[in-house]
């Protein structure tokens, strides 16, 4: 027997239409934002949905090479990315203080 788990109304979504899974369907189906999901339709003419298995991000590996860092913090500004600011500036301690 089937269960139905929600209700909705297709939607307009730009040019394609589409419907929005609550977040108990979404916890249940155990998918993230961006995972594939495969639909297809049974003999009855009901969709189905199943998720692809979504891939972990790698990420790459720790770069300890200190002589490529200036290099790499050059072309992350050239890209527009910005540092952080320092957290700690202005701020002192009595070892500090005693320099």
Do not use: C, Y
């Not at 089937?2 to 297709?10: A, G, H, K, P």
């Not at 891939?55 to 720790?62: A, D, E, M, V």
């Not at 540092?83 to 701020?91: L, R």
């Amino acid at each position: 027997m089937e269960q139905i788990l929600m209700r909705t109304t297709l939607r307009k979504i730009g040019n394609s239409r589409g419907v929005l899974l609550t977040k108990e369907i979404i916890d249940k189906l155990n998918i993230v934002d961006g995972q594939e999901i495969e639909v297809t339709m049974n003999n009855d003419s009901a969709l189905v949905l199943k998720p692809t298995k979504h891939k972990k991000k790698k990420r790459p590996p720790l770069n300890l090479d200190i002589s490529t860092w200036e290099a790499q913090f050059n072309l992350a500004i050239k890209k527009g990315e910005q540092p952080e600011k320092d957290v700690f500036e202005g701020m002192s301690n009595k070892f500090d203080q005693s320099w």
